[in-house]
């Protein structure tokens, strides 16, 4: 789904809303789909989306503003042999980030919003044991079920790739549940227009209900009005 931030012309904030995601770095949840980035990664860059909301895993994770890949820089999960998982390349540049702010105009920032609730803690994420760095596991085959060998049953295989997952700018390690505020400023005609993301969580949720919620993390994302 595109959706404007505001009715004004003259705005154009581009929010996607997909369910299954393209950088997610859980361990134990579905992780990342080279299928979605294949498809979609690319419109994302040409029409300047800013935002991208997902959920499907279970947990919080933003990313760092991304534009294009980087080609085989994965590896096979299983032979370590190196593939093709079109690896997400975070914008380097130094205007397009200051500390928790982003400028969207040079990259598109993914947040996953997974925190609603759970059956099971699945704020558990890849991590490369080699160099401590966060580590994605990648679909990189179809990922849908596929009918099992009993009539009536489907399975569906396993990620297959591995990558460093230097998309990724924050995780929330402590629990799996939290919920996002966003607030939407026009600014003026000719000036900047912003949207704040406050992410409040509930630390101990995952073994005992509370309802104590805290702030996690803020972030500001803004652009030049067209106008």
Not at 40 to 60: N, Q, S, T
Not at 108 to 131: E, K, Q, R
Not at 140 to 163: C, I, Q, Y
Request: aromatic share 8%; with cysteine; proline share 6%.
């Amino acid at each position: 789904t595109l959706r404007h931030a505001a009715d004004d012309d003259d705005i154009d904030w581009i929010v996607v809303q997909m369910h299954q995601d393209a950088l997610s770095s859980s361990k134990t949840g579905n992780g990342s789909d080279k299928g979605i980035r294949e498809a979609w990664l690319p419109l994302f860059d040409r029409y300047g989306v800013d935002l991208v909301l997902c959920g499907h895993d279970h947990d919080y994770e933003r990313s760092y503003p991304v534009r294009g890949c980087n080609h085989h820089a994965g590896i096979d999960a299983v032979t370590g042999e190196k593939v093709d998982t079109l690896q997400p390349k975070p914008v380097v540049h130094s205007h397009a980030s200051n500390g928790n702010a982003f400028d969207t105009s040079h990259g598109t920032i993914h947040l996953i919003l997974g925190g609603g609730g759970t059956s099971a803690p699945l704020d558990v994420y890849g991590v490369d044991t080699g160099n401590g760095n966060p580590q994605a596991k990648v679909f990189t085959k179809p990922n849908r079920p596929m009918p099992g060998t009993t009539a009536g049953t489907f399975t569906r295989a396993s990620a297959d790739a591995l990558e460093d997952a230097i998309w990724s700018a924050q995780r929330d390690t402590g629990t799996g549940y939290g919920i996002a505020v966003f607030d939407y400023e026009p600014g003026p005609h000719g000036g900047k227009t912003t949207i704040t993301m406050n992410y409040y969580h509930a630390p101990g949720a995952d073994q005992t209900p509370t309802a104590n919620y805290e702030l996690f993390e803020t972030i500001t994302l803004s652009k030049h009005r067209r106008r």
